[in-house]
């Protein structure tokens, strides 16, 4: 069964410093998101992303953050210089069409901001 | 703004009993419901969804929920609760045409023997 994948599956890094967290979606799939859990906190949604551009974000998704999709397989997360704050878990999403309402997970990039 | 609550953030259950973890939502207009389940170290995996038509879905691992418009509520149940439904739960929800989810902030589901 197709799944979605994440690596790093735990990224360390020290404050100020930049990260990408990369995401395989399933190969059918147009529509993806990253969502966030920092611990003990609820999923936070980040950014839906189609057709080469964002099509919404939240206000967490702020200038520190980009995502991209590099070429036909990777779509990454991008923190351009990460705060303690970022820690978190980070999961990548895609759904095949807006319509078909499911989101399928992966199993998380654990980010640790020292 | 949209928003779903779920009370009881650990549920403990014995073996063979039923489990019954609550969500509500506040919305102005009927949404799009889901629960996921997490195991340690894995992510979020679809349980079941609600969008139109039938208000009680069946989703895998024998887990049901029953959408209930006048009571805001989408409650996710299983009869009889077996040791590896131990996890946490998740409901969330999606309005109209926006695509991201809503979540709440989870139970943990525990079965002992």
């Known amino acids: 069964e197709p799944e979605v994948t994440q690596t790093p599956s735990h990224q360390v890094t020290q404050m100020g410093q930049e990260v990408i967290l990369r995401c395989v979606p399933i190969s059918n799939h147009l529509y993806f998101y990253w969502y966030r859990q920092i611990l003990g906190q609820k999923v936070e949604f980040l950014v839906s992303f189609y057709n080469n551009e964002i099509s919404e974000k939240s206000e967490i998704f702020d200038d520190q953050f980009s995502v991209e999709r590099p070429d036909g397989s990777n779509f990454t997360l991008k923190i351009r210089s990460t705060k303690l704050e970022d820690s978190a878990m980070y999961f990548c999403?895609?759904?095949?069409?807006?319509?078909?309402?499911?989101?399928?997970f992966g199993p998380g990039t654990r980010l640790t901001v020292t | 703004a949209q928003s779903v609550t779920q009370l009881g953030s650990h549920v403990s259950v014995s073996e063979g009993a039923l489990v019954l973890l609550r969500c509500n939502y506040s919305s102005s207009v009927p949404p799009y419901l889901f629960w996921y389940v997490q195991y340690p170290n894995q992510g979020l995996q679809l349980l079941l969804k609600?969008?139109?038509?039938?208000?009680l879905v069946k989703g895998i691992n024998g887990f049901e929920a029953e959408f209930k418009k006048s009571e805001t509520s989408f409650h996710l149940t299983k009869p009889s609760a077996h040791m590896s439904d131990a996890a946490e739960y998740f409901c969330a929800a999606r309005t109209g045409t926006a695509s991201k989810l809503t979540f709440g902030t989870g139970t943990r589901l525990q079965v002992t023997l």
């Open positions: 999403a895609s759904s095949r069409t807006e319509v078909a309402y499911e989101q399928y």
């Open positions: 609600y969008t139109t038509g039938a208000t």
